[in-house]
C-alpha cells in the first residue's frame, strides 16, 4: 500500500469518524429538542388545563351565585303574591262570617255548639259577643248555660268555661288563627 492509498484510507476513516461523531451529535441534539418541546408542550397543556379548570370553576361558582339569587327573588316574589292572596282570602272569609252571623242558622250553630261543648258536672258560663247577646234569653233557654258578654273581640262563635280553670275556645278567631296557621305551613320551594 503506498502513501496515497494510506493516505485515502485514513481520510476515509477520519469522514467516517467525524460522520459517526456527526449523527451521535444530532441524535443527541433531536432528543434534546424533543425533550425540550415535548416538556414545553406537557408544562403549556398543564397550565391551559389549570387555567381551563379555575375558568371552569369561577363560572360555575358565578351561575350558582345569579341561580340562588334568581331563587331568592322569585320566593320573595311568591312569598309576597301569597300574602296578598291570603289578606285577601281572609278578608273575604271574614266578611262571609259577618254575613253568616247575621242567619238564624248561625243562632242554632251557637245553641248546638254550646250544648256540645257544656260541662254536665259544672255551671258553665258561655262569653259572647256584643252583637250576639242579643239572641241571650233564647240560647241561656236552649242550654240552660248562662250566657254573658265578653270583653274581648273575637269575631263570632263563643267561649264556654267547662271548669273552675279551664275555658273551652269555639271563637272564629281561634279557628281562623288554627286555619290561617295551617295555610302559612305551606311551603314554597
Known sequence: ???????KKFTDLVFDEAKKEQRDILNKITKEH????TDYYN???RKFNQRFEEEENRF???TQKEVVLAQTDMK????????SQEKAIFANVLNRIKEYM?????????????????????????????NDILHKERIQNATGVDCVESREDF???????I??????????????SEIRENFNKIKIN
Open 34 to 37: 424533543n425533550k425540550t418541546c
Open 60 to 62: 360555575i361558582r358565578e
Open 155 to 161: 269575631i263570632g262563635g263563643f267561649k264556654i268555661s
Open 102 to 130: 247575621k242567619t238564624e242558622e248561625y243562632v242554632l250553630s251557637l245553641i248546638s255548639g254550646i250544648n256540645k261543648n257544656k260541662s254536665p258536672n259544672y255551671a258553665s258560663t258561655v262569653y259572647l259577643m256584643a
Open 163 to 176: 271548669s273552675e280553670n279551664r275555658i273551652f275556645d269555639c271563637s272564629f278567631e281561634t279557628r281562623l
Open 76 to 83: 320573595r316574589e311568591l312569598i309576597s303574591l301569597r300574602n
Open 43 to 45: 408544562n403549556t397543556k
Open 1 to 7: 500500500m503506498d502513501v496515497e492509498e494510506k493516505l
